[in-house]
């Protein structure tokens, strides 16, 4: 059994990736210190996979506490999802952000090769696309255009160490994921996305209205250049984008790569904030409360993946709709205010 470092594996992207590795045989070692998730989330991954699973909690940050937490622990793969995300917290503590998803990243790398580890993915984000503007499809050949926030640089400069790092003729062979929009939950329930304090991502908000949390919704803008007014995005299944990881690694164990390989890991369909409350209220049969409200900055108004490379080189693609993302997210929902 091959021993997988997960590192932000209790948080959102992470846990739902700890249980498809499980089911696929590998053996995931989740290396997380809990600063932006609960550590109830271990309790439920272990009912979903009916197996203990080992958790090393410690800053990514800290090399000499990674390093001694890991002593004599044969790692094959490491999946580095740690990192801050929230794009408008990111605009007012940039040094946070910077420290941390740049600091993370460095130590977990510097840990890898010397400790020979073999593959090693890292979490990307179209956010590195920027305002790419005029342009609605992105492949991974497109011309990036300005990034604005801080958070979006972490993941520009992440992708920059890496490819320094493969040129200096390192041997870890390394995939960058570009996720485009998760949303949904586990099917069970169990495990979810679990903002802590305001939700920035919009299906935990239409999720939170309907439940009463949140009094009102605001979408942002109502005349971008859209059939409906409002801003496209291609929101993807979290347990597809859990898989990609899985179809990473084996792609990983079979090709030994020069340089890094960036990989969109999208649907390919772009759906509108207006068309994604629809399909909720459809799914859940409750009305959401929701308003205009002003354009915010930086916005683009439409960007979804072509994922032709990742259907080639990964033999990957998506096996859940929107629907289903969005009935899983609101069981989710549901399952946690009870
Ligand atoms: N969720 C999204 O919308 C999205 C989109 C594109 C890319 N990403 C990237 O995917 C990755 C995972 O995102 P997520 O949504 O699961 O985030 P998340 O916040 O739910 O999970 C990140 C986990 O990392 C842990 N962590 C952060 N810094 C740490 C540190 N220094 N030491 C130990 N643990 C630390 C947190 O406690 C948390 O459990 C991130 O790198 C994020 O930038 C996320």
Redesign the pocket.
Known sequence: MKNILV??G?????SHTVVQLIEKGYTPII???????HQTVIRELEAITHQQIPVISV???DQQAVTSSLEGIRIEGVIH?????AVGESVLNPLQYYR?NVE?LITILDWSVRNQVANFIF?S?CTVYGEAEGIKEVTEETKPGIVRSPYGQTKVIGEQILTDLKKSGAALNILALR?F??IGAHPSGLIGEFPIGKPN?LLPFITQTAVGIQSELTVFGNDYPTPDGTCIRDYIHVMDIADAHVQGLHFLESTPLRGVEFINIGTGKGTSVLELIQTFEKVSGQSVNWKFGEKRQGDVAEIYANPAKSKQLLNWSTKYTTEDAVRDAWRWELNIRK
């Open positions: 590192t932000g209790a948080g959102y992207i992470g290396m997380d210190d809990f600063r932006n998730s800053d990514i940050c999802f740690a990192a801050y995300k941390n993370s979490s984000s996720y929009n998760p991502n």
